[in-house]
């Protein structure tokens, strides 16, 4: 990134119909090695704490939060009702079309945490998503955003099909930037030999 926006045609897909239908199907699959999962949810153990409400957005029938977190509030939002339905780690959750709709339908200053993950190359907006994330999310609560190598390149944006892993961890920095996160952060958690685990964090 240099200071320009980002070009219009980085948010453009292969496949413009409605999400809706790509999501109808459950998909009771995982979508990085469970090497990575372990990596994420040990990231995971000291980023989230049970005293936190936490929204897990883009979330499925997995959120790979601790197993013995017990926070009172875990909100998702997804695209498949039933794989929702099945994810334990939820207490509640409800079915948006971020693409379609990207305000968030809770109130101002609601949770301490939110997480994205390996799903944030599927947003066309996702600078009003951010906004809003900051929005819902209380003045020093945190986002983290985990990102790895796999997608379904018809749905994710062109940005992420194309830019090498350094500009899209890019790129998800400067959405945090836009939308007036600070103490934004990179790490790489990468465990060895599996899929990668890249991981933005930025402060409410
Ligand atoms: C690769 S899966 C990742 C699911 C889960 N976060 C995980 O870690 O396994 C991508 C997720 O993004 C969600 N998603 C894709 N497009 C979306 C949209 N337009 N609005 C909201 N969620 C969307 C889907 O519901 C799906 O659960």
Not at 60 to 75: C, G
Not at 121 to 148: D, N
Request: proline fraction near 7%.
């Amino acid at each position: 990134m240099t200071g320009s926006p980002p070009p219009a045609n980085w948010f453009v897909r292969e496949d413009e119909t409605d999400d809706e239908n790509f999501y109808a199907s459950p998909r009771f699959v995982t979508h990085i090695d469970q090497a990575t999962i372990y990596a994420l949810t040990d990231y995971y153990r000291e980023f989230l704490a049970d005293s936190d409400a936490i929204i897990d957005l883009m979330s499925s029938w997995v959120s790979h939060y601790p197993a013995e977190l017990a926070a009172e509030l875990v909100t998702g939002l997804g695209m498949n009702e039933d794989e929702l339905a099945h994810n334990p780690q939820l207490t509640d959750w409800r079915v948006q079309n971020l693409n379609r709709e990207p305000v968030l339908p809770y109130a101002t200053n609601t949770y301490q945490r939110a997480t994205i993950a390996v799903s944030i190359q599927y947003l066309t907006q996702p600078l009003t998503v951010m906004s809003e994330v900051r929005r819902v999310l209380q003045p020093g609560g945190k986002i983290c955003i985990a990102m790895s190598h796999r997608l379904f390149p018809t749905k994710a944006i062109s940005a992420f099909v194309k830019l090498p892993p350094e500009d899209r961890v890019r790129l998800v920095m400067f959405y945090l930037t836009e939308a007036g996160f600070s103490d934004i952060e990179f790490t790489d958690q990468s465990p060895d030999g599996f899929d990668p685990l890249w991981l933005v964090s930025g402060v409410a």
